[in-house]
Structures are given as structure tokens and as C-alpha cells.
């Protein structure tokens, strides 16, 4: 079973930082991408950042150049320092695994590779 947590989420005054963290359960599968997104108050879940084995990673136009996601796979944690936090960065924060399972745990029928989320930590930035 693939499980994600998310941890970290705080309310923050405009121009602090915040360090949010993901937990990928343990387990014999592959990770093809791991990714953040948030989700405004009344507004659709956004794109937030992304990084593939190796350390390849893209961002959203808002944050890019404010937020940096990293990965550990020995802890199979990854990660989104986020600095220089704005009002509008509040919301929901998610993250999401790409992963595939290993023929072992597929039954089939079902899709082996899928994509992942984590129940969200709310990010409060107030000015």
C-alpha cells in the first residue's frame, strides 16, 4: 500500500520562510517523479514543482526562483523549502508520487503506474 504524508504546513508572516516535507511509505516500487501543488482558498489545485530521480526539477512560473524541491530516497522523504512566502501562496499543499508498482504487488486489470497524493497541510502566509 503507497501511502503519502505531508508535514510542516504553518501560518507565516509575508517574507518568511517554511520547509514542508513528504513521507512515501516504504515499500518495493519504483518512484518516477515526485511533485508538489497547492490549492488556493476557492480556486483549482496548481502546479507547484517537480523532480525526477537525478535531481532534474521544474517550477511553476510563481515560485520559481523562491521555492526548491529536493528529495532524499534513503529516507524516502522528499521535500519544498519555500522562502520569501507571499500571500497568495496560501493554501493546501500537496504532494504527489509518480510511481510504479512492481509486478509482484499488481494485480491486473489495475493500473500499475499511477499518481499518488497525500491528504494536504495548510500554509497560512498573512502580511
Known amino acids: 500500500q503507497v501511502q503519502l504524508v505531508e508535514s510542516g504546513g504553518a501560518s507565516v508572516q509575508a517574507g518568511e520562510s517554511l520547509k514542508l516535507a513528504c513521507a512515501i511509505s516504504?515499500?518495493?516500487?519504483?518512484?518516477?517523479?515526485e511533485a508538489w501543488y497547492y490549492q488556493p482558498p476557492g480556486d483549482e489545485r496548481q502546479f507547484v514543482a517537480r523532480?525526477?530521480?537525478?535531481?532534474?526539477?521544474e517550477y511553476g512560473d510563481s515560485v520559481e526562483g523562491r521555492f526548491t524541491i529536493s528529495s532524499d530516497a534513503i529516507e524516502n522523504k522528499f521535500y519544498l523549502e519555500m522562502a520569501n512566502l507571499k500571500s497568495e501562496d496560501t493554501g493546501l499543499y500537496f504532494c504527489?508520487?509518480?510511481?510504479?508498482?512492481?509486478?509482484?504487488?499488481?494485480?491486473?486489470?489495475?493500473?500499475?503506474?499511477?499518481?499518488?497524493w497525500g491528504q494536504g497541510t495548510q500554509v497560512t502566509v498573512f502580511s
Open positions: 504527489s508520487a509518480d510511481i510504479t508498482l512492481p509486478v509482484s504487488l499488481w494485480t491486473i486489470g489495475r493500473e500499475r503506474t499511477k499518481t499518488y
Open positions: 516504504r515499500g518495493e516500487f519504483q518512484v518516477n517523479s
Open positions: 523532480i525526477w530521480p537525478g535531481g532534474l526539477s
